[in-house]
C-alpha cells in the first residue's frame, strides 16, 4: 500500500517543490529527479504483479460518507493490467522531462510547464491505481485540467487557447457519464469500490439494464479522453502545444486512459451486447475516418494525432471481442512508438522550426539521429516484421478473427467481429500509405524551408533512442502468455502475418511510386479537400450544438437581464425616488426644523379642537 501511494506522492510532492525553485537547473534537476524516483518506485510496485502474482491494495484512514450512501476511502489496488499502464506512464514521463530540458530551455514558463506534467504524472497514476471510483474519478478530472494547462502553454497563440479549450470542453461534456455511472453501481452494489463492482457483475447481482445503461455512460466518458468518434475532433487540434506534450498526453497518457478504464470494467461491457456493439461500431467508425484524414494532412504533428486517434480505435476494436490482452499489447508498443515519433516531430520542429511539411524535406542526412530512430518509429506503426507493431496488430486482428469464425459465440456477435476484421485489415493499408507519405515528405527529396537543419541537442536525442528500443521489441514480450495475469499465449496468425507484409510492401510501393513527382496526397483529387476539411464535423458541431448553445444562452442572458431584474432594478429605483422625496424636507437648518415642529403641533392642536 505504501508503494502505490508513493507513486501517487512522490510525482506530486515533485510538482510543489518545482513551483518553489528558483532557477531553470534547479527545475531541471526537480522535474527530472521526481520523474526518476518515481520511475523506480514504478518499478518496484509494478514488476512483481506481472505474470500470476495476484492484485495488492488497501485504503488509507477511515471512509467517509453519509448515512444514505455508500463510503468512500482512499483505496488503492494494483495488479498486472494497472502494472503495465504504471510502466508506460512512468516511463515516459521520465523521457519527457529530460527531452524538455532542451526542448524548453529557454521558454520562461518552464517552472509551470515541468510542475504541470509532475501533477499530471501523478493525476494518471491515481487512475491507474485506485480501487475506489470517486479516487479514479478525481485523477480523471485532475488528468483533464493538466492537459488544458498543457495544451494552452503558448498561450499567446489564438490556436493554442482555442484547442485548450476545445479539449477541456469535450472532455468535461464526457466526464458527465463517468461521474452518472458512479452513482449509479455505487447505489446499486452498496460500494464504490471497482473490485466490489466487477464482484458483483460476476455473481449476477446487477440487473441487465443497470449493466448496460453504466456501461454506456462509462463508454461515453472513454470516447471522450481517447478521442473516438463523434468525439474525435478535438486531439487534432490539441496539437500546438509542446511537441513532448503530445508524446506524453496524446500516445501514452491521457488517451490511453480510456482505453484502460474499458479494459478495467471489461465484465461490466462483456455482461451486456448492447454495450458491446456500440463500442464495436465505434472502433469500426473511428479508425477508418482517422486513418482517411491523416492521408490529406499538410502539418506532421496532426497526421500523427489522427493517426493516434485511429491506433486508439484499434484497441477498442480489440477490447469489443473481449480480447483484453490484445488491447493492452497494442496500447503499449502503441505507448512506445508514438511517443517516439512525437518527440521526433519536436527534434524536427526544433531544427527547421515548423512541424508544416511544406518546410521540411531532406532531413536525413543534417539529422542522422532522427531520421534513424522516427523510420523505427513510422515502421513500427506500419506493422513491419518484427517490429512491436506487427505483433500486437497481428493480436487485435487474429482477436477478432478468432472470434468470428468462432459461430458468435464470443462477446461480440459474429457479423460485429467480421466487420473488425475486414475493418482493421483495411486501416492497416491507409496506415501504411500515411506513415510511409510522411517519412517521405520530412527525410526524402530535396529540402523545401528556409532554415538550415541541424541535429538536435544529446538531452532530445537519447530519448529517441531509449524509445526506439521498445518500438522495436516490445510486441515479443506483449504476446507472449502470461505477461497479463490470466492471460494465455497469443499465437501469431500466419495468414495476418502474410496478408499485412504484402499489403505493407504493396502500398510502401505504391506511395513511394505515387510521390515521386511530389506530395503522394495530390493524386486524392477532389476527395483530399474533403478528408482535409475532415468531413466538415466540426462545422456541423458549431452549426447544430455550439451555434444553438450560444443563442440559448443569449435568450437566458437576455431574460435574466429584462425581466428577472428589471424587478430588482425597479424596487432599487423606486426606493432611490422615495430617498430623494425625503431629501426634501433635510434643509440642514435648525430654525427650520424648530418652526416645522411648532406649525405641526398647531396644526395637531386645531385639528384635535375641530374633532372635539
Not at 531520421?371 to 486482428?397: E, M, N, Q
Not at 482493421?424 to 507519405?437: D, I, K, P
Not at 443563442?551 to 423606486?574: M, P
Request: one cysteine or more; a neutral charge; glycine letters at 8%.
Amino acid at each position: 500500500m505504501i508503494g502505490l501511494t508513493l507513486v501517487i506522492v512522490l510525482p506530486a510532492l515533485a510538482a510543489l517543490v518545482g513551483l518553489a525553485a528558483i532557477d531553470g537547473i534547479e527545475i531541471a534537476l526537480v522535474s527530472v529527479g521526481g520523474a526518476a524516483i518515481t520511475f523506480v518506485a514504478t518499478l518496484i510496485v509494478a514488476v512483481p504483479r506481472f505474470g500470476t502474482a495476484g492484485p495488492v491494495g488497501g485504503s488509507w484512514g477511515h471512509a467517509w460518507g453519509t448515512l444514505n450512501a455508500p463510503d468512500v476511502s482512499f483505496a488503492l489496488r494494483a495488479d498486472s493490467l494497472s502494472a503495465a499502464l504504471l510502466l508506460l506512464a512512468a516511463s515516459v514521463a521520465l523521457l519527457v522531462q529530460i527531452y524538455s530540458v532542451a526542448y524548453l530551455a529557454d521558454d520562461p514558463r518552464y517552472r509551470a510547464y515541468a510542475s504541470i506534467v509532475s501533477l499530471f504524472s501523478a493525476s494518471m497514476a491515481a487512475v491507474v491505481v485506485a480501487d475506489d471510483m470517486f479516487v479514479l474519478l478525481i485523477g480523471w478530472e485532475m488528468m483533464g485540467v493538466c492537459s488544458y494547462l498543457l495544451i494552452a502553454h503558448y498561450w499567446e497563440r489564438s490556436d493554442a487557447r482555442d484547442g485548450a479549450a476545445k479539449a477541456f470542453l469535450m472532455t468535461r461534456t464526457a466526464d458527465v457519464g463517468l461521474l452518472i455511472a458512479i452513482i449509479v453501481l455505487g447505489q446499486a452494489v452498496g460500494s464504490y469500490r471497482i473490485s466490489d463492482v466487477l464482484d458483483a457483475v460476476a455473481a449476477g447481482d446487477l440487473s441487465g439494464s443497470t449493466i448496460t445503461v453504466t456501461a454506456l455512460l462509462i463508454l461515453l466518458a472513454a470516447i471522450g479522453k481517447s478521442a473516438q468518434f463523434p468525439l474525435h475532433t478535438w486531439l487534432p487540434d490539441a496539437m500546438p502545444g509542446p511537441a513532448p506534450i503530445s508524446a506524453l498526453i496524446h500516445s501514452a497518457t491521457m488517451v490511453a486512459a480510456g482505453v484502460y478504464l474499458v479494459a478495467r470494467m471489461e465484465p461490466l461491457f462483456l455482461a451486456s451486447e448492447t454495450a458491446t456493439i456500440v463500442l464495436g461500431l465505434t472502433a469500426v467508425i473511428t479508425m477508418l475516418i482517422a486513418a482517411a484524414f491523416a492521408l490529406a494532412q499538410d502539418d506532421l504533428k496532426r497526421v500523427l494525432a489522427w493517426s493516434t486517434v485511429s491506433q486508439l480505435a484499434y484497441m477498442f476494436a480489440a477490447l469489443s471481442v473481449g480480447s483484453v490482452v490484445a488491447a493492452i499489447g497494442h496500447l503499449l508498443a502503441h505507448g512506445a512508438f508514438k511517443a517516439l515519433l512525437f518527440l521526433a516531430a519536436g527534434s524536427v520542429a526544433h531544427a527547421v522550426g515548423s512541424t508544416a511539411f511544406a518546410d521540411m524535406g531532406g532531413l536525413r542526412r543534417p539529422m542522422t539521429w532522427t531520421f534513424a530512430t522516427a523510420t523505427i518509429g513510422f515502421a513500427a506503426l506500419s506493422g513491419l516484421v518484427p517490429l512491436s507493431g506487427f505483433f500486437t496488430k497481428d493480436a487485435v486482428v487474429g482477436a477478432a478473427y478468432d472470434a468470428a469464425s468462432g459461430g458468435g459465440e464470443g462477446p461480440a456477435p459474429s457479423w460485429l467481429a467480421w466487420l473488425i476484421v475486414v475493418a482493421t485489415l483495411f486501416t492497416a493499408v491507409l496506415t501504411v500509405a500515411y506513415a510511409t507519405r510522411a517519412w517521405r515528405l520530412v527525410f526524402s527529396g530535396e529540402r523545401r524551408g528556409s532554415e538550415t537543419a541541424h541535429e538536435v541537442p544529446a538531452l532530445m536525442r537519447w530519448p529517441m533512442v531509449v524509445l526506439a528500443v521498445p518500438t522495436a521489441l516490445m510486441g515479443l514480450a506483449v504476446v507472449r502468455p502470461g505477461w497479463l495475469a490470466g492471460s494465455e499465449a497469443e499465437p501469431v496468425h500466419s495468414w495476418v502475418a502474410v496478408t499485412s507484409t504484402a499489403i505493407l510492401a504493396g502500398v510502401v510501393a505504391m506511395t513511394w511510386l505515387l510521390g515521386r513527382a511530389g506530395d503522394p496526397a495530390t493524386r486524392l483529387g477532389p476527395i483530399r479537400p474533403v478528408l482535409a476539411r475532415e468531413f466538415g464535423v466540426d462545422a456541423a458541431y458549431n452549426r447544430f450544438i455550439v451555434a444553438p448553445t450560444l443563442a440559448a444562452s443569449g435568450l437566458v442572458l437576455a431574460t435574466d437581464r429584462d425581466v428577472v431584474d428589471a424587478y430588482a432594478r425597479g424596487a432599487s429605483s423606486g426606493a432611490i425616488d422615495a430617498s430623494r422625496l425625503l431629501r426634501l424636507a433635510q434643509s440642514r437648518n435648525v430654525q427650520t426644523y424648530v418652526t416645522v415642529a411648532v406649525l405641526g403641533i398647531a396644526l395637531a392642536a386645531v385639528v384635535a379642537g375641530v374633532t372635539a
